[in-house]
């Protein structure tokens, strides 16, 4: 509801997907609000899915503003200033989120923390994918959150999946990669030194398949 309220107020929202299949533009049209809603809904919950291990989700989203930041040269452009103020806050929460400050003054994200950085992230992208003046293309937004859209999208087909076997659905399970890897005997530091590198990775792919092409 937030989501079409605030699509409404400002007429921002995903309208064409850019030239994906190189045969032109994928124009949206009115189904942009729709598939805006569902993309908003989906990245709030897949940021939500990776907040398994201390310091993971808000460092997902650190990186997805970097690059962002880095794309747009915001350091030397007064009106991208604000991009910077979210890394500063999450910057001082992950010193307290993975415990560098001591155990005792560990603070966590919660539900509402974690949807919230999602939110975040997807509406400042589709926002640079539609509206911006540069050339940053639909398709790189999805390579700056390609482990959290993976990761999301896996563990949708696999319950739905069970789901069409009788298992319930919304059942509690360790389904998500950060469960994976752990089942696999990597300590929670592995992990986010993994997760965290491939995602920095991923994105400066993306974006230097955005300048290229």
Not at 36 to 59: R, W
Not at 77 to 86: A, D, E, K, Q
Not at 88 to 97: K, R, V
Not at 132 to 140: C, H, I, L
Request: hydrophobic fraction near 50%.
């Amino acid at each position: 509801i937030f989501a079409t309220c605030l699509m409404l107020v400002t007429d921002v929202y995903i309208k064409d997907l850019g030239n994906l299949l190189g045969f032109g533009e994928i124009s949206l049209g009115l189904f942009g609000i729709p598939f805006t809603v569902f993309c908003v809904v989906g990245m709030m919950n897949a940021f939500n899915y990776i907040d398994g291990l201390n310091g993971l989700c808000a460092s997902f989203c650190l990186v997805c503003l970097m690059s962002i930041i880095y794309f747009f040269n915001a350091f030397n452009n007064s009106n991208l200033f604000p991009l910077i103020l979210p890394v500063g806050a999450i910057g001082g929460f992950l010193m307290y989120n993975m415990g560098i400050f001591g155990e005792r003054r560990n603070v966590f994200l919660g539900d509402n923390g974690s949807q919230a950085l999602g939110f975040m992230c997807l509406w400042i992208l589709v926002y640079f994918s539609q509206y911006g003046e540069s050339n940053f293309s639909p398709v790189t937004a999805i390579w700056l959150v390609s482990i959290l859209f993976m990761d999301a999208l896996r563990v949708l087909i696999t319950r739905a999946s069970s789901g069409l076997r009788g298992v319930d659905l919304f059942k509690a399970r360790r389904d998500h990669i950060h469960h994976k890897l752990q089942d696999y005997g990597l300590s929670s530091e592995a992990i986010y030194s993994i997760l965290i590198l491939s995602t920095g990775f991923l994105s400066a792919i993306g974006l230097m398949l955005n300048n290229i092409f």
